[in-house]
């Protein structure tokens, strides 16, 4: 007999009215959104926006196979669309969206991209997003987002525009450790697992429950 609430936050002062010997949080990380001038422009969309339009709005009525085949002849944004962010998030937004018709470009502040894969995966991504005419820039400065694209400033220092119809802000992920750390000490065994520690993805998520499974 498993109990299941569903539309309940779970905040402190409950954690403390059910008196439970052991708590495991499984909340995922914090998503963190690039703050750039112009990102509250009509042509921008965050991640986490368009995943509730693609899949929260649709699920509710369709399964998820006919959402993935109906994504491929409508989609909430232009033909082009230029994703800020070149972590694991940025690069598979990139190739959903190739695959769906888009000119993808990703842009990345830092020296890499999607160093968070594992090493194989890695390539393998990067490779069919290269193969599939995804352009990718990393080292980049965002300087602003305008009506017709984002201006950069390139790891050459030189400024351009990167045209593009919809720009998606897709951050990074940050630990989400707050409620952990309100109920340090009122609860006897306390595990956190997944991506609210730190990035884990799906094999470490797996790993870490079956570690605290087992622990129990």
């Not at 959402?67 to 070149?86: D, E, F, N, Q």
């Amino acid at each position: 007999p498993i109990k299941v609430k569903l539309g309940e936050e779970v905040t402190p002062a409950l954690i403390e009215e059910i008196k439970p010997d052991v708590v495991i949080l499984a909340l995922g990380g914090s998503l963190v959104t690039p703050q750039i001038p112009g990102a509250d422009r009509r042509n921008v969309i965050s991640g986490a926006e368009l995943r509730q339009m693609m899949s929260g709005r649709l699920k509710r009525f369709l399964k998820p196979s006919t959402v993935r085949r109906l994504t491929k002849y409508w989609m909430p944004l232009g033909k082009r669309a230029t994703i800020i962010g070149g972590d694991i998030v940025g690069c598979e937004l990139a190739e959903f969206l190739a695959r769906r018709g888009r000119k993808v470009t990703i842009l990345e502040s830092q020296p890499d991209m999607n160093t968070e894969m594992s090493i194989t995966k890695r390539w393998n991504v990067m490779r069919w997003l290269r193969e599939n005419g995804v352009t990718m820039l990393k080292g980049v400065t965002y300087e602003e987002i305008i009506p017709k694209g984002v201006v950069i400033t390139d790891n050459h220092g030189e400024k351009q525009t990167i045209e593009a119809d919809t720009v998606v802000l897709a951050g990074g992920v940050e630990p989400n450790l707050a409620l952990s750390r309100a109920i340090e000490g009122k609860v006897p065994e306390v595990y956190t697992i997944g991506d609210c520690t730190e990035l884990r993805l799906i094999n470490g998520a797996v790993e870490d429950g079956a570690c605290a499974a087992l622990a129990i």
